[in-house]
Every structure is written in C-alpha cells, then in structure tokens.
C-alpha cells in the first residue's frame, strides 16, 4: 500500500525561529500534496495544496509567507513555518495523493508533525 | 463536496459492533463516500469507501442506502484500539477512477470503545 513518511514527528523551537517539516511518499509518486493544521480537539484544517515543480495553493486565512510550500520533486514536499510564534504551536499532518489510474483510496497521510514554540 | 453530518459522539462495548452512521443527503452521482479514522495523535487512516454497493474488507463494513443519502460504517468486533475520531467524507472519483482535489474534514464522531 501507499506509505507517506513525516518527519519530524515532534519539535519545538524558539519563538522568531523557523522549523521545516519534511513529507515524502515512500513508494508512490504523489503530483499533488496537501498540508493540514489541527489544534487541539479540533478537526484538520487544509492549509494548502502543492503540485509538483508549481506554486502551492494556500486556503484563505492561511500566511504564503509565513507557511513556505516547497514541492520539487514527485516524492517529496517541505513545510517551513517562518519566524514561528507560540500560536502556531499545533499539529501539522502532510497527505499525498497517489495519482495511480484505479487507485480510488487515494489520499495517504503522513503521522503528523507536532510543533510547540516556546 | 457533499457535506456531510454525524453524531459527535458514540460509546460501545468491547467485543461488540460499532455502528456509525453519517447522513449525505446532498450527494451527487459520482460521488463516494470514504471513511477514514483517526486515533490520537497520529494522521488519519483510510478504512474503506464506496458508491452505492454495500462493501466490506478487513477493516470494517460500509452500509449505503439505496438513495445513497446516508451510510452507517460497522466495525464487526469493536476493540479497545478503535477508540478513534471516525470522518465520513464524501469525495468525487474521476472517470479514470482516481480520486482528485482535496480532502475536506468535518468534526467527524468520537467513538469510545470501554470494556
């Protein structure tokens, strides 16, 4: 089956610092990666779609500059919370869509991210 | 998308089915409907979907009505592990039968399984 790999799968940082997650897919070549926030007893919350060598699509309310979208090659996309404050603390979880012909399951997620800024 | 409505919260016994049931009045024909799960701290899991057949793998049983405007999704033997945020979602398959755009998540139910 398709596997997506987070990584970290905690950190905590400095409050003006930045923080890179990484979601790669494992055996899978995914066009399309989206990013999610979830605050605690909340539901995920899509922050953004990202397309292979192009420009991501951020939902409304969600910073481009703050949240950086990097997704150069097939197999992996990168999260950058820039100048990180104690509100962006939360739980950051990537999915990759396995764009095979027939494969209905689809979107594969990866294991989350929790960020804490202190 | 479809928007979907289910019961926030739900309590079953060890050992015995856990029937969740999600209403998608507003379906249209190229429709699914996909449950995923999601237990603490840990990304969503995909359990199974379907179109208007009932379907089941190992994971759990989907019930379609007829109209296709609600589901129930059946956990045979439910155990303390599947104490889980359950979503039901309802998303669009193309004609190539892959699924595209993005995944929208609702509240989704609590179910708690206690001994």
């Known amino acids: 089956g398709a596997v997506v790999s987070q990584h970290p799968s905690w950190v905590i940082c400095k409050s003006g610092t930045s923080v890179k997650i990484e979601c790669r897919s494992l055996?899978?070549?995914?066009?399309?990666m989206f990013w999610y926030r979830q605050f605690p007893k909340q539901s995920l919350m899509l922050m953004a779609t990202?397309?292979?060598?192009?420009?991501?699509?951020?939902e409304q309310g969600v910073e481009k500059d703050k949240f950086l979208i990097n997704h150069a090659s097939l197999t992996l996309s990168t999260l950058t919370v820039t100048s990180a404050h104690p509100e962006d603390s939360s739980f950051y979880i990537c999915?990759?869509?396995?764009?095979?012909?027939?494969?209905?399951?689809?979107?594969?997620f990866g294991s989350g991210t929790r960020l804490t800024v202190v | 998308d479809a928007k979907t409505t289910q019961p926030t919260s739900m309590d079953c016994a060890e050992g015995r089915a856990a029937n969740l049931p999600c209403n998608h009045s507003?379906?249209?024909?190229?429709?699914?409907v996909y449950w995923y799960r999601q237990i603490h701290s840990q990304g969503p899991q995909y359990i199974i979907h379907?179109?208007?057949n009932n379907e089941t793998n190992e994971m759990a049983s989907l019930i379609i009505t007829e109209d296709r405007k609600s589901s129930t999704l059946i956990l045979p033997h439910a155990t303390l592990r599947d104490t889980a945020v359950y979503y039901c979602i309802v998303r669009a398959i193309n004609a190539g039968g892959t699924s595209y755009g993005k995944l929208t998540f609702g509240q989704g139910t609590i179910l708690t399984v206690h001994p």
């Open positions: 379907g179109l208007k």
């Open positions: 999915s990759a869509r396995d764009g095979r012909e027939g494969w209905a399951y689809g979107y594969t």
């Open positions: 507003t379906i249209s024909g190229n429709e699914y």
């Open positions: 990202s397309n292979e060598g192009s420009k991501a699509t951020y």
């Open positions: 055996d899978f070549q995914a066009t399309t």
